[in-house]
């Protein structure tokens, strides 16, 4: 953990208790703040107060009295209305941050020397950052990973010089880390998503776009709009900026041919890596993640040959394009992570022949944009709240079952694709959807996934 100096001696308020939360009050805690903590469930305080934090409703308060309230990522900031917390604190004129300001304040003021990564972008930034973090620590370099990918950054060792700190970061974190200023800025795309946090999807890229917008270098990807005018923006000041790209080459950065990826630098390209053969980055947005991964790599003026050789040994992340199990010809795959239309998209683009189990609590749009993708899907097995909705958008173009819930959707997934003579059924969890009307999180949908695959054959013999 990193104790938290920026407010020692200072009166600090901090509202959401949940995982960064807790960890956050603690590093506070320790590094001398009088800190004070509250959250909307009483379970939680309690938890806190049993670990020896203070405690209180932050309502009973003089706010004004404080240095600032500290906000756990979770907790609405504007949208669909400021959390009751946040407008104490702007009526008493106190600042409202985050844990990812106060990591970045940390760094700035105890470990300047050391390089601060910072990911961020609608879909594959955990994979990017995994794998940064793999890359970098294959060629010798301290790299500890966290921040939205699971590790809460103040639990993390603080950095030395010479270390590389590989952060993720959520729209949600982002807004509440006014002075993010990392060595290397990553972006790597914006599509519709969380717009019940920030309102309108321009209000979501230009969150994202704090990123990239004071970072010494910055990579970003330009293969949609928004993003390519973020690059153009940082092109137009000067400031040091690496294109990353699938759809075409760039003048500067790293961009990918099918499964072969390139570095421009004013010359002729060079070659770096063929991604062809590699299970863990397969797909053009692996591609996309990966062009990424060693454009930073050229930015911190590291060995990219020697970074290339280790590429094959990239475990990937889980819940994401995880090859969970093969029973005979069929492989199974748990894309858990896949939350909304456009992250399903790359998972389904990914495979010949798909046995799709999709659903749970929907996202603006729903599925009707994969439209293009459907000639792939052999059966839909649809679960969760949306599974009507999403019925009705296949209806006449792929065949669906409403399964309901995702032992069902697997065991009729798994016998439709053991009939299937293609030489590679694919049985494909990738929810499009939220988990929260059947599971906490993606994680814990995606660790029943395999859990479930795992047990194939007792399901089968018990419903049989």
Sequence with gaps: MIPVACFSGAKVALF???????VTAKALAAGGADVVSFDDQPAKVAAAAAEGLATADLRTLDLSAYAALVLAPGVPLTHPKPHWSVELAKAAG???????ELYERERRARAPEATLVAITGTNGKSTTT????YLLTSLGVTAPVGGNIGVPALELPLPRAGDAAVLEMSSYQIDLAPSLAPTVGVHLNISEDHLDRHGTIENYAAIKERVVAQAETAVIGVDDDFSRAMAERREARGLPTLRISTGGPVAE???????VLYRAHGGPREKIVDLK???SLRGRHNAENAAAAFAVLVALGMDVAAAAKALPGFPGLAHRLEQVARHGRVLFVNDSKATNADSARRALASFERI?????????????????????????????GEAAPDFAATLEGKVPATVAGDLETALTL??????????????????????????FPNFEVRGDAFKALVGRLDDIARRVS
């Design 413 to 438: 997934a798994a016998q439709d694709a053991a009939a299937d003579p293609a030489e590679e059924p694919v049985v494909l969890l990738s929810p499009a959807c939220a988990s929260f009307d059947q």
């Design 253 to 259: 950065g790293v961009y990918a041919e099918g499964t």
């Design 130 to 133: 995994a794998l940064i973090g």
């Design 277 to 279: 053969g590699i299970a």
């Design 16 to 22: 959401g208790l949940g995982g960064s939360g807790l």
């Design 355 to 383: 046995y799709w189990i999709a659903g749970g609590r929907p996202k603006t749009g729903g599925i009707a944009a994969l439209a293009d993708l459907f000639p792939r899907v052999a059966k839909a097995y649809l679960i």
């Design 94 to 100: 106190v600042p409202v941050i985050g844990d990812i």
